[in-house]
T-cell receptor, first 113, second 111 residues
Framework: SQTIHQWPATLVQPVGSPLSLECTVE??????LYWYRQAAGRGLQLLFY??????ISSEVPQNLSASRPQDRQFILSSKKLLLSDSGFYLC????????????FGDGTRLSIL | DAKTTQPPSMDCAEGRAANLPCNHS???????VYWYRQIHSQGPQYIIH???NNETNEMASLIITEDRKSSTLILPHATLRDTAVYYC????????????FGKGTSLLVTP
């Protein structure tokens, strides 16, 4: 069966510091991968998605970037964090085509001080 | 993607069936209905999805009306662990990649 792993679960970072969140998927190949952010009391916002290695699409302009160095690895990064980057970051995967659903990781709660 | 309407909150007694409605009156013929739930401080969990026919899995049943303008998610024997926000999402397969979760229904299962 397929599993998705995200780490760390919680992170506290100072303003201006760099960020690297990692997500890996097991038990499948060539998945679509996604990064979402959920601000407190708000819905999920899609940040990035990837349909293959090195292929990244950005949904909203922001202070963040994403990379997919391997088929089942998705990384969310920032060079300098802003206070507004605080939130709950979720990685998800889905099979490449069709109506199959997205499956989410447990998320990383990021607090910027 | 079609817009969905869900009640903001519902209560259900433990052991009873929880029936969560979703209205999607503008749904088009190639749009699927997906249900997810999110327990506080966790990632959303996929529950079930369907196009036209009713669907059942180990977690729940999905009943879609014949005109497809509404659906009901049924948790047959609700437990306290089913307390969560439930989201009904309508979208075309391969239509783009964002899931629009909306506000959902906050289900409280009581002892």
């Amino acid at each position: 069966s397929q599993t998705i792993h995200q780490w760390p679960a919680t992170l506290v970072q100072p303003v201006g510091s760099p960020l690297s969140l990692e997500c890996t998927v097991e038990g499948t190949s060539n998945p679509n991968l996604y990064w979402y952010r959920q601000a407190a009391g708000r819905g999920l916002q899609l940040l990035f998605y990837s349909v293959g290695i090195g292929q990244i699409s950005s949904e909203v302009p922001q202070n963040l970037s994403a990379s997919r160095p391997q088929d089942r690895q998705f990384i969310l990064s920032s060079k300098k964090l802003l206070l507004s980057d605080s939130g709950f970051y979720l990685c998800a995967w889905s099979p490449g085509q069709g109506a199959q659903p997205q499956h989410f990781g447990d998320g990383t709660r990021l607090s910027i001080l | 993607d079609a817009k969905t309407t869900q009640p903001p909150s519902m209560d259900c007694a433990e052991g009873r069936a929880a029936n969560l409605p979703c209205n999607h009156s503008t749904i088009s013929g190639n749009e699927y209905v997906y249900w997810y739930r999110q327990i506080h401080s966790q990632g959303p969990q996929y529950i079930i999805h369907g196009l036209k026919n009713n669907e059942t899995n180990e977690m729940a049943s999905l009943i879609i009306t014949e005109d497809r303008k509404s659906s009901t998610l049924i948790l047959p024997h609700a437990t306290l662990r089913d307390t969560a926000v439930y989201y009904c999402i309508v979208r075309v397969a391969d239509s783009g990649y964002a899931l629009n979760f909306g506000k959902g229904t906050s289900l409280l299962v009581t002892p």
